[in-house]
């Protein structure tokens, strides 16, 4: 079936640290994404790559689509108290025809204690 | 530029009632995706509109349905509504149809009791 297995599921870390999180997929990916959800909000793209190997950042953001194309981790730097939230990983799950689901990892919940 | 609007946003109904959802995509974006997210199951994918069209679905009962209007605003109702259907409705909105980069809404959050 159709997943994407997302870890750790929380963490709980103090400002200044580092995070790291990862994203598997039972299926290859020409794209990953990651999107972080603010409380009573919607989720917001933080990254996208379209290639396998590639590293990409968005300030204390990086991002890399794995070489195999089936996996992508997400390191926050020097993390800061409104980092807090939950990120999702995503990816184009192909569903027949010239059609695909974006399809979401159950998320990762970041407490940022100051 | 106007993000993905999304009313009500918060709504509470009983079991058995039905409710419609509505969501405005961004300008000029003719694809609107509906995803549920629930504490359990995270964001699962309801389905897709492009132009008038559904061009993907979901894993959802059929009490579960859209449509889209000629000026890309998109609708979704639930009928005879049960305890589960409690969520977060986000819908989210694209250029071009397919798995591409979304722009969410703030969601409806719908309580059943």
Aim: aromatic share 12%; hydrophobic share 30%.
């Amino acid at each position: 079936g159709q997943q994407l297995n997302q870890s750790p599921q929380s963490m709980f870390i103090q400002e200044g640290e580092d995070v790291s999180m990862n994203c598997t997929s039972s299926s290859i990916f020409n794209t990953w994404l990651w999107y972080k959800q603010d409380p009573g909000e919607g989720p917001v793209l933080l990254i996208a790559l379209y290639k396998a190997g590639e590293l990409t950042s968005n300030g204390r953001l990086t991002a890399q689509f794995g070489i195999t194309r089936k996996d992508s981790f997400l390191n926050i730097s020097a993390s800061i108290p409104s980092d807090v939230g939950i990120y999702f990983c995503a990816g184009p799950f192909y569903s027949g025809g010239s059609n695909y689901k974006l399809t979401f990892g159950k998320g990762t919940l970041l407490t940022v204690n100051p | 530029k106007a993000g993905v609007t999304q009313t009500p946003r918060y709504l509470i109904k009983t079991r058995g009632q039905q409710v419609t959802l509505s969501c405005s995509p961004i300008s000029g974006h003719r694809s609107v995706s509906w995803y549920q997210q629930t504490p359990g199951q995270g964001l699962q994918f309801l389905f897709e509109y492009f132009s008038e069209t559904q061009r993907n679905k979901g894993n959802f009962p059929g009490r579960f349905s859209g449509r889209q209007f000629s000026n890309s605003r998109s609708e979704m109702n639930v009928s005879t509504l049960e305890l589960g259907d409690s969520a977060l409705y986000l819908c989210a909105s694209s250029g071009i149809t397919g798995a591409n980069v979304l722009t969410f809404g703030a969601g409806s959050r719908l309580t059943v009791l």
